[in-house]
């Protein structure tokens, strides 16, 4: 979980610091861009897949971090804003597959969606969303000790 810290003042008072300065993505807010830490992490390790579960406006950033064989694990709920982002998006071709790019009104910037995009509206919903990709990447040779006699 990436996020503010937060801690509580001898005063009962909950304090919230920022996680660390924005001044790489114009569409994460000033405090924290969840997209330049998944990137770090994703340079500094090496992962098969990954699946990444967002709520809101803020992790459209990391979603465009992703890449083609990750899952973008998203809230259905307009209100929340990651599914408002994508509503805007148009459906491009790259490199042979159907890609998702957002332009962003305030700097015109392009912004790209290469991982699968798995829906969820509620626990169940997504309980289902991410078993059902834990399923198919273990499908895909993904199982741990597998070939091991």
């Known amino acids: 979980v990436i996020s503010n810290a937060a801690h509580v003042d001898e005063d009962d008072v909950i304090r919230i610091s920022r996680c660390h300065s924005n001044v790489?993505?114009?569409?994460?807010p000033a405090n924290l861009c969840k997209?330049?830490?998944?990137?770090?992490?994703?340079?500094?390790?090496?992962?098969r897949k990954v699946i990444y579960v967002g709520d809101g406006g803020g992790d459209f950033c990391p979603a465009t971090r992703l890449r083609p064989e990750d899952a973008m694990l998203y809230r259905t709920d307009g209100a929340w804003g990651f599914e408002k982002r994508l509503n805007r998006c148009k459906i491009v071709e790259e490199d042979g597959r159907r890609v998702h790019r957002y332009i962003s009104r305030d700097t015109g910037s392009a912004h790209t969606l290469r991982a699968k995009l798995v829906p969820w509206r509620d626990g169940?919903?997504?309980?289902?969303?991410?078993?059902?990709?834990?399923?198919?990447?273990e499908g895909e040779g993904g199982g741990e000790g597998e070939g091991e006699g």
């Open 24 to 28: 790489e993505s114009p569409i994460c």
């Open 35 to 47: 997209g330049s830490i998944l990137q770090h992490i994703l340079d500094n390790a090496e992962y």
């Open 124 to 137: 169940d919903t997504f309980l289902q969303a991410f078993l059902q990709e834990l399923d198919e990447d």
